[in-house]
């Protein structure tokens, strides 16, 4: 049998409040969070919770994300930094290396995949997590008890069940999420140290409409663009993309 599960991460103001989650079901999911993380923090904790949560099992393993960050660092890039001392190509010391050295942990034995999915485009267990990982970040800016969610239970859905599940998900309101003042998924992407203001909107996500994004770059962080696109081993556009 294989477990679906959706990880996601928030971050108002990156770095700011952040709150993470992983969504199975109903009765299988978890969030937690932090006064002060970045986005990627907590797509990386959501996953690394995801393995805890299901380390007595010996069942197959499908992680949605939709930060190709977490999935290409557990699936291309840690093996190198490992190799180099958690250290990227320049000698820099890898970012949130503690977390990814967990996970590396977490993962020996298991059976798993990950699948990339578009964030806030309609898919129920994404949307899920993403509320409740949202919502465990507002608990913090807002100084509540967060929700944590009724952790792994004993009932799994089979994969008959589990769409039927993801879309009652999509469709329920959860805790404070349904106030949205800015976007949840901005990444932490170590080009520049400004904090981008809790109640800053970057996209209004209930418009399908296509947005054309134009960045403007000095030419030193032109120049940290191409070296880090370069380090991960995709091209500047592929990044920028990421980062969004």
């Given at each position: 049998?294989?477990?679906?599960?959706?990880?996601?991460?928030?971050?108002?103001?990156?770095?700011?409040?952040a709150g993470?989650?992983?969504?199975?079901?109903?009765?299988?999911?978890?969030?937690?969070?932090?006064?002060?993380?970045?986005?990627?923090?907590?797509?990386?904790?959501?996953?690394?919770?995801?393995?805890?949560?299901?380390?007595?099992?010996?069942?197959?393993?499908?992680?949605?994300?939709?930060?190709?960050?977490?999935?290409?660092?557990?699936?291309?890039?840690?093996?190198?930094?490992?190799?180099?001392?958690?250290?990227?190509?320049?000698?820099?010391?890898?970012?949130?290396?503690?977390?990814?050295?967990q996970?590396?942990?977490?993962?020996?034995?298991?059976?798993?995949?990950?699948?990339?999915?578009k964030?806030?485009?309609?898919h129920?267990?994404?949307?899920?997590?993403?509320?409740?990982?949202?919502?465990?970040?507002?608990?913090?800016?807002?100084?509540?008890?967060?929700?944590?969610?009724?952790?792994?239970?004993?009932?799994?859905?089979?994969?008959?069940?589990?769409?039927?599940?993801a879309?009652?998900?999509?469709?329920?309101?959860?805790?404070?999420?349904?106030?949205?003042?800015?976007?949840?998924?901005?990444?932490?992407?170590?080009?520049?140290?400004?904090?981008?203001?809790?109640?800053?909107?970057?996209?209004?996500?209930?418009d399908?409409?296509?947005?054309?994004?134009?960045?403007?770059?000095?030419?030193?962080?032109?120049?940290?663009?191409l070296?880090?696109?370069?380090?991960?081993?995709?091209?500047?556009?592929?990044?920028?993309?990421?980062?969004?």
């Amino acid at each position: 049998m294989t477990i679906t599960a959706a990880a996601d991460g928030s971050a108002l103001g990156n770095p700011g409040p952040a709150g993470w989650a992983w969504f199975v079901d109903e009765q299988n999911w978890a969030a937690g969070g932090w006064p002060h993380a970045t986005n990627n923090r907590g797509e990386l904790q959501a996953v690394l919770e995801f393995f805890r949560a299901t380390a007595h099992l010996d069942d197959d393993l499908l992680v949605l994300c939709d930060s190709q960050y977490v999935i290409n660092c557990v699936t291309k890039w840690m093996p190198g930094w490992k190799s180099k001392g958690w250290r990227k190509r320049d000698g820099a010391p890898v970012l949130n290396v503690d977390l990814l050295q967990q996970l590396d942990e977490a993962i020996k034995g298991r059976r798993y995949r990950f699948e990339w999915v578009k964030g806030h485009a309609g898919h129920g267990l994404n949307e899920a997590a993403d509320v409740r990982a949202r919502a465990a970040a507002e608990a913090y800016q807002r100084g509540r008890d967060v929700d944590a969610g009724p952790g792994f239970g004993e009932s799994v859905p089979s994969p008959a069940s589990a769409p039927a599940a993801a879309a009652a998900a999509a469709a329920a309101p959860a805790s404070d999420a349904a106030e949205r003042p800015g976007s949840s998924s901005a990444a932490d992407d170590g080009l520049s140290d400004r904090e981008i203001p809790a109640e800053a909107t970057l996209f209004d996500f209930d418009d399908p409409t296509e947005i054309e994004i134009v960045v403007r770059l000095d030419a030193d962080g032109h120049r940290r663009l191409l070296a880090r696109a370069q380090d991960e081993g995709v091209s500047p556009e592929q990044l920028l993309r990421s980062l969004i």
